[in-house]
């Protein structure tokens, strides 16, 4: 369901407020503490941003794909540890519950996710299962009508809040491949669930990831997602979640890169040398407009295929090519704000530094950016041969 355009309107500008006054002054102290403190985990909260994609019937906003990446272009002016926080819920999280889960599984977790009352994670890559995916360790060995969850998975994103995780595991021990995954909804609080030491990252800090072991983890057949009539299509779900997690992170990218242009700008017309402000220089230009120029493609782009994913078009190469252009982009604006800032750029007082930091994650996470060359390229082929 889509919001009427003065609503969406009245939104992201309250959005954006909050933003600039609660969230962009707070960037510094969430990094030098590493976390984000209480009171504004709670305005987060009370903003609805726990539930931006989640239905309205289940207490979220229902914000269709294109209105989801104007609020993550949005929320990307800032930190990006602020938008992980909610990012879970909204996106890897809660998105294989949302699209294939049973209407009693939505009932029991979405009215929780969407309020931030409780935190999802999407639990998929493990220690020797990264970009292949499909070959994941992690076991689910049938007992009468459970399942007991051995293996550990890694790099999980807020997996020390999380009350719920999406855990894929191999149900079917013949196969080695993506074929014999399942999805199953496992609570944090289960028996033989426990949570390995933070991770120590580049950056984003405040935004927490860690492992989790499931040592003899053991779950009712009804929490397989989609219930056990889906056993064997865990894969897939992942796949599913992650064409829309990427969409997502894309705009995320292209927010933190129009951040970062307007900061280098604000910069360079105030930065003085050779007598004029640097901004003057036609060496300096030439970034800010490379830099403008590329922020400007990945905007259209991401919301062009949102609209076609909204329209019910598969779009998972156009996805690929948004989360590898823009995370790529992304890459080379804070590289030239760094530029322009000159000193100013390395010192960590002026903030690019932290970005510079923070940015290098996106080219990594939902698939690095050969793997979307992987799944850009193979579909073409496939596309062609059909
Ligand atoms: N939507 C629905 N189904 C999909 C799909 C999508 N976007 N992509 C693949 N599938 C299906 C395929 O159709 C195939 O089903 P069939 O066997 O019935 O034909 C199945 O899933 C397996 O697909 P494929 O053969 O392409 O799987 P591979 O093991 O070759 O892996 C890649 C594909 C590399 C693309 C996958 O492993 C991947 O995305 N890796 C990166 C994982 C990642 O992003 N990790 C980040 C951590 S999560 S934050």
Request: aromatic share 6%; net charge negative.
């Amino acid at each position: 369901m889509s919001l009427d355009p003065e609503t969406l309107s009245q939104f992201l500008d309250m959005l954006d407020r909050f933003v600039r006054e609660r969230l962009v002054p707070n960037e510094e102290r969430v990094a030098d503490d590493d976390a984000i403190p209480d009171d504004l985990v709670h305005e987060i909260r009370d903003m609805g941003l726990f539930g931006l994609s989640i239905p309205e019937e289940y207490g979220g906003l229902g914000l269709t794909m294109h209105e989801e990446v104007q609020a993550a272009f949005v929320l990307g002016q800032t930190s990006p540890a602020f938008r992980s926080l909610v990012g879970t819920n909204n996106g890897i999280g809660s998105q294989g519950l949302i699209i294939d889960g049973t209407p009693q599984q939505k009932e029991s977790y979405l009215p929780q996710l969407a309020t931030g009352e409780m935190v999802a994670s999407f639990a998929l890559t493990e220690p020797e299962a990264g970009s292949d995916a499909g070959s994941l360790r992690t076991s689910a060995r049938k007992d009468g009508d459970h399942y007991i969850l051995s293996g550990t998975k890694r790099f999980i994103t807020n997996a020390p809040r999380a009350g719920l995780f999406t855990v894929f595991a191999r149900t079917d021990p013949s196969s080695k491949t993506s074929a014999g995954v399942t999805a199953f909804l496992v609570e944090a609080d289960t028996s033989g669930l426990s949570l390995g030491p933070i991770d120590r990252k580049m950056g984003q800090k405040g935004s927490h990831t860690c492992d989790v072991i499931l040592d003899g983890c053991r779950v009712h057949e009804s929490a397989i997602i989609g219930g056990p009539d889906r056993l064997g299509q865990g894969f897939k779900t992942a796949m599913k979640v992650l064409d829309r997690g990427r969409l997502h992170i894309s705009a995320v990218c292209t927010g933190n890169a129009e951040r970062l242009i307007r900061d280098s700008l604000e910069y360079a017309m105030d930065r003085k040398q050779f007598g004029e402000p640097i901004a003057e220089k036609q060496l300096v230009q030439a970034m800010l407009a490379d830099s403008r120029t590329e922020a400007f493609a990945a905007r259209c782009m991401i919301e062009e295929t949102a609209r076609r994913k909204d329209a019910g078009q598969n779009v998972s190469i156009d996805a690929a090519c948004c989360k590898m252009y823009a995370s790529e982009m992304v890459g080379r604006v804070a590289d030239r704000a760094v530029q322009i800032l000159g000193g100013a750029g390395y010192i960590a007082d002026y903030g690019v530094e932290r970005f510079f930091r923070d940015v290098r994650l996106f080219r990594i996470y939902e698939g690095t950016t050969q793997i979307q060359q992987l799944v850009i390229a193979r579909g073409m082929i496939r596309q062609a041969s059909a």
